[in-house]
């Protein structure tokens, strides 16, 4: 198939674009290269699949009409400014990429004939602070994000619902938990792992903000993949979570990182976070029955492969 990937050049992006050339299909990659960067993209280029890079902001008026010059079948659409915390220093920002970003994708898909958006949404912001009773919260829980950030992966949502109305444009929405893997940012914000694991490789201490009893779930960059490229012809007109439905502890996952890093450096403690959700697990039943989906990297080999990734790009 003709598929596009934006943000393409991104930690889930890139991995995503990987496992599509894999697979045979023609990839075109869109990417302005905000926080993603073509060496995410070194494995596809030698790959000899057929990749084409795009250094396009997905707000620009140009997307359109390379959308609709491309032709592309499917497009993943995650470029996203994906920060909770730029997003509330910079709401207006976050909304032009997520919610007007989104909207031109969506422009140009329907200008192409594009048959389906595979939407990259996330299940922690989505749900708000679930309640214990809740968890792992499924896709039937209300939709009441906290941030910015979560309220323009939200109206992203109601877009896509509204396009399929409107214009029968095919779209399945992943809200994704918390996902870590190779090539994450260490100096992002939501990686955690990539953050502990670079820390702890270079020797240095890392920080533990509030009393480290704070819970995500943790899923692999390669299980989210996978999920992607079933979403490709499976589970139209579908939110679906995409995670392992496990809460695992701050404090529980420092102790992985450390053990898998050989370290014995003790974490420091800073004040908790304004503002930081207590307790996140997204039950990912629905991924199983409708994409035949389910986690299967366990925590400790997934955090290996993030700690042998950093040890070999560090050197
Ligand atoms: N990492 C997670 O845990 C997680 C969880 C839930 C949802 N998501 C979503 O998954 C997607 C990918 O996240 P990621 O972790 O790979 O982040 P990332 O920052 O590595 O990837 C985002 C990519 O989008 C590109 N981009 C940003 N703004 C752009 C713009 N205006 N035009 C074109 N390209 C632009 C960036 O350069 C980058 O390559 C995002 O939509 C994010 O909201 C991620």
Known sequence: MRAMVTGGAGFIGSNLVDRLLAEGHEVEVVDDLSTGSLGNLADARNSGGALRFH????????LVDLVRHRRPEVIFHL???ADVRVSVERPVFDAEVNVLGTIQVLEGACAAGTAKVVF???GGTLYGEPTGAD???DEHQPHRPLSPYGVSKKAAIDYLVAYRELHGLEFTALALANVYGPRQDPHGEAGVVAIF???LVAGRPCVIF???SQTRDYVYVDDVVDAFARAMRRGGG???NIGTG???SVSKLYESVAKACGSNLAPRPAPARAGEVQRSALDPRRAGLHLGWKPWTALESGVASVVNHVRRTAL
């Open 210 to 212: 509030g009393d480290g």
């Open 238 to 240: 579908l939110v679906m």
């Open 79 to 81: 470029a996203a400014q």
């Open 197 to 199: 694991a670079g820390n």
């Open 120 to 122: 990259a949404a996330s």
């Open 55 to 62: 250094n396009l902001d997905v707000r620009s008026g140009d």
């Open 135 to 137: 968890l792992p919260v």
């Open 246 to 248: 496990q809460e695992t």
